[in-house]
């Protein structure tokens, strides 16, 4: 079956540093990948999405993700963060039907 | 669009009692999906619906589980008996045309079963 896997649990920076999230997905074939963020208290949020073409994805608030293949992996990266970026973070997988979630990485961004 | 609305955004009951959560999609969205949220198990699909139907509802956790969903603008999750080992934060998610589309989330229904 198809997994996603988000190696650090937590993750600590201060502000300005920059950010890399891991994600592996255990799946060989087409895959549609997600990265979701939760900021305290509110509901998840789309953050960037992959689904073909261009495997360095851009999106909202400055955030990238890149898709590489050969590795199974579409890791998160910002490169100055910021304290408003404090959140739980996402990894999601679509295979056929189903969006599979990874555990979450929490992040912490002290000013 | 007002979004996913979920109610209640918090419930408290004790074991043994019905719970009833209940979730308004976005408005023309076609795929509704229910999750639960817990510190050791992360985020888990429930059971999702397209147009209404039912069609896969394997990470239901046990028969005490039921969802339903009526018509498009209205679905319910409902815990009957509730058990402590329920409480969790409970999300609501729809969204349009295939499933890999982005899902917009409710703001969940925090549970918990004393």
């Known amino acids: 079956a198809q997994s996603v896997s988000q190696h650090n649990h937590h993750v600590i920076l201060s502000e300005a540093a920059s950010l890399e999230l891991g994600c592996n997905y255990s799946?060989?074939?087409?895959?549609?990948l997600f990265w979701y963020v939760q900021y305290p208290g509110q509901h998840l949020q789309l953050l960037l999405k992959y689904f073909s073409g261009d495997p360095l994805v851009k999106g909202i608030k400055g955030f990238e993700a890149e898709f590489i293949k050969s590795k199974f992996s579409f890791n998160l990266r910002k490169p100055s963060v910021q304290w408003s970026d404090t959140a739980e973070y996402f990894c999601a997988v679509i295979n056929t039907d189903k969006l599979i979630f990874g555990t979450g990485t929490r992040l912490q961004v002290f000013p | 669009d007002a979004g996913v609305i979920q109610s209640p955004r918090h419930e408290v009951t004790e074991m043994g009692q019905e719970v009833t959560l209940r979730c308004k999609p976005i408005?023309?969205?076609?795929?509704l999906f229910w999750y639960r949220q817990t510190m050791m198990r992360g985020l888990e699909l429930l059971i999702y619906?397209?147009?209404?139907?039912?069609?896969?509802d394997s990470g239901m956790p046990e028969d005490r589980f039921s969802a339903k969903m009526p018509n498009a603008s209205f679905s319910t999750l409902k815990i009957q008996p509730s058990e402590p080992r329920d409480s969790a934060v409970y999300f609501c998610a729809s969204s349009l045309g295939t499933l890999g589309n982005e899902q917009f989330f409710g703001p969940g229904t925090r549970l918990t079963v004393l």
């Open positions: 799946y060989g074939g087409t895959v549609n």
């Open positions: 619906f397209n147009n209404n139907v039912p069609i896969d």
């Open positions: 408005s023309g969205h076609d795929y």
